[in-house]
């Protein structure tokens, strides 16, 4: 392999650390599921080949496509990057950069070519033996259980893609793909709770039974950050509504809604203010003593009757329980 070649493999492969570290640390070698590599031959010379591999097809492309040069003598044989299920692997430290880096190869000829290389500088120590690596998967993080929707049993779809995944409610089981009649429900779930980078906020996947939750955790554990073990969660008590969301007063004004449904407000005129826009709306405002509330997304929900309020709850886990309120 010439040098132009080492070099950039080099550069994008460094591990870098803001202090030195002699220990190799665990993730020197990146998690991963599957590797993609390329790899090319001298024009000149049929015995002097080159290759990469690296874990995103992404990051395989963006390589390949920096050293691309029309006078490399690589240039005009280099393959596509291609999806392999493991690669031929060297880690080594380098004392001059105080790193740790890896360097992978589609195959055991190209990665002892590697070792050989990287031995000629005595700056790079403990370099390791050409290593047969495949799916690697970070150690579990923290189970969050407050990512958990709060709730007294599990519906999970039994049928069509998403067949095993399980939520809090019928309605969103359903709209999981699944038919209410292809939902059914059981008193725990197998859950993991993970990052979403978009927001940075934790999140919960449930799963039917211990089998279906550990098949898709170790994938999900290298597309996602903080990916827990999988957890036994059953039910879960929802928070007591807040007194100081409540808006001030006592008493209630509230009117019924077509379908089984109500709507209370403290006052009279935001009673009618609210019935005015509501064009489900079915009967006038009249006075109650009581209210069933809950506190759904900082907003108060208040219903004339417990099962109205409860009917909300279960479309929306998330929120507190229902009280009622004078």
């Known amino acids: 392999m010439r040098g132009r070649w080492r070099v950039l493999v080099l550069g ?15 993730d020197v070698v990146p998690y991963g599921v599957a590797w993609n590599c390329y790899q090319a031959t001298n024009q000149y010379n049929a015995q002097d080949k080159a290759g990469i591999c690296v874990r995103s097809a992404d990051h395989c492309q963006q390589i390949k496509d920096s050293s691309a040069d029309k ?7 280099a393959t596509d990057c291609r999806e392999q299920a493991k690669a031929s692997v060297i880690t080594y430290f380098n004392v001059m950069e105080d790193q740790w880096s890896y360097w992978a190869t589609p195959s055991t000829e190209l990665c002892l070519s590697v070792y050989r290389f990287l031995a000629k500088n005595p700056d790079n120590k403990n370099i390791s033996s050409c290593q047969t690596v495949g799916a ?9 259980s407050e990512a958990v929707p709060a709730g007294d049993e599990w519906y999970c779809s039994t049928k069509g893609k998403y067949s095993g995944y399980c939520d809090r409610t019928n309605e969103s089981c359903s ?3 699944a038919d209410p009649s292809g939902c059914k429900t059981q ?14 906020k934790f999140v919960a996947l449930a799963y039917d039974s211990t089998s279906a939750c550990e098949a898709k955790q170790p994938r999900a554990s290298v597309q996602y950050p903080d990916v827990s073990a999988c957890t036994v969660v059953g039910a879960i008590e929802r928070p007591a509504v807040e007194r100081s969301a409540l808006p001030s007063g006592t008493g209630w004004f509230c009117y019924s809604i077509k379908g089984g449904s109500s709507s209370c407000e403290r006052t ?59």
């Open 71 to 77: 006078a490399s003598v690589y240039a005009a044989s």
């Open 136 to 144: 690697i998967y970070p150690p579990p993080s923290r189970f969050r």
């Open 175 to 177: 709209e999981s793909g």
């Open 12 to 26: 994008v492969l460094g591990i870098s650390s803001a202090e030195a570290e002699k220990a190799k640390p665990p």
């Open 187 to 200: 008193p725990r779930a197998v859950a993991i709770t993970l990052r979403t980078p978009s927001d940075n």
């Open 268 to 326: 009279q005129e935001e009673c009618e203010r609210s019935w005015f826009d509501n064009a489900s709306a079915a009967t006038q405002c009249t006075k109650a003593a009581i209210a069933h509330v809950r506190i759904f997304e900082a907003k108060v929900e208040a219903y004339a009757n417990q099962q109205h309020c409860e009917a909300r709850m279960r479309r929306s886990p998330e929120g507190s329980r229902c009280e009622a309120i004078k």
